[in-house]
């Protein structure tokens, strides 16, 4: 396709140059990538995802696979974050390597 020039070798810009690109077609990735808390969000879900069928699994192992006496071996998830956030004797150093590989260092 062929464009007007304007003198001194410039090309004029018509109504379709200033037009959003068209959306791709369903079923084809997004070639520019979103921003903002939708794009932090399509990024996050996967994640997230991830780790609710992780706790849903470790719920179901500790109440459904194993013995009440047994659960000594894989304590729910409750109770090993419960003592985890509440004992400073677990917390500490918990912190402490959260510290040391923390992006924001």
Do not use: C, N
Request: aromatic share 6%; no cysteine.
């Amino acid at each position: 396709m062929s464009r007007a020039t304007a003198p001194g070798g410039v090309a004029e810009s018509t109504d379709s140059d200033l037009a959003p690109p068209p959306a791709p077609a369903p079923g084809v990735a997004d070639p520019i990538p979103r921003r903002g808390f939708a794009g932090a969000l399509s990024r996050a879900l996967p994640i997230l995802a991830a780790v609710a069928g992780i706790v849903v699994v470790w719920y179901a192992v500790t109440y459904l696979v194993l013995d009440p006496k047994q659960r000594f071996l894989l304590p729910p998830p409750h109770a090993v974050f419960g003592r985890a956030l509440t004992t400073p004797a677990v917390m500490g150093p918990m912190l402490e390597a959260l510290g040391r590989t923390a992006p924001w260092r």
